[in-house]
């Protein structure tokens, strides 16, 4: 089945190679997240949007106005591109939406592709891991004991396929992944990733807001559990017998 995608450009990017940036939902729903942030914190230029007869039927709602969920933001100043979805996307239309993402790549020239993600590896809260098809870019951020390397394994979806044409291709597409909670939201990896990409991208990226958010959940999680333990301790005491 062919997904028909189609990018629908609102205004030109007119920057020289510019870095483009993907933010997807997927573990922890870290990508869309970081990619909402950095709409946000640099200020990006709604410039494009995403179209495909696969994609759900609805708009995304941000400061009262309707949006397309998948679509395209840009910042002249700093020359980055994102392309951010706020929806799943499905599986048939994967493969074809990589493809047009690659191309879309080359079509605004852009320097390398780094998308942004989440892992549940249980290992390191507050670790960062990198998976590149560029061995230099790894390396750099190796050095700087910014990120921790993948050896073995498999990544799947979009950057998955785009991480295997950039190695065949000798085009660099990375992929920063935060250890997140599986299931929910989880804005402190959505901190974690963005970190890492000020520092690549050599940006200041303000995670202010994430880093409340996610204060705030672990301390509901915190009260969850303590209310928790409370009640199992009030139904395993023995009542009076005469009330």
């Known amino acids: 089945m062919v997904a028909n995608i189609e990018i629908h450009k609102i205004s030109e990017i007119k920057g020289k190679n510019p870095v483009l940036v993907l933010g997807f939902p997927g573990v922890g729903l870290v990508g869309s997240v970081a990619g909402s942030q950095m709409v946000d914190a640099l ?110 394994g498999a990544t799947t979806g979009v950057i998955g396929i785009l991480l295997a044409k950039g190695a065949i291709e000798n085009f660099p597409v990375v992929s920063l992944l935060g250890e997140a909670a599986e299931d929910g939201l989880d804005p402190k990896a959505s901190s974690n990733v963005l970190r890492v990409l000020s520092q690549m991208l050599n940006v200041s990226i303000s995670t202010n807001m994430l880093d409340k958010e996610a204060k705030e959940i672990s301390k509901a999680i915190k009260d969850s559990v303590i209310k928790s333990k409370i009640r199992r301790a009030d139904e395993s005491t023995p009542g009076s017998m005469y009330g």
């Open 43 to 152: 200020s990006m230029e709604f410039v494009g949007y995403v179209t495909s007869p696969t994609f759900a039927p609805l708009a995304a709602i941000h400061d009262y106005i309707p949006l397309p969920p998948v679509r395209i933001h840009y910042s002249p100043k700093y020359n980055v591109v994102l392309l951010l979805s706020e929806m799943s996307i499905p599986t048939s239309t994967i493969s074809d939406l990589a493809d047009k993402v690659f191309e879309f790549a080359h079509t605004i020239d852009a320097s390398y592709v780094v998308s942004l993600g989440g892992i549940s590896l249980k290992d390191d809260e507050n670790a960062v891991y990198v998976v590149a098809s560029d061995k230099k870019i790894s390396k750099n951020l190796l050095a700087k004991k910014l990120v921790k390397p993948i050896k073995e």
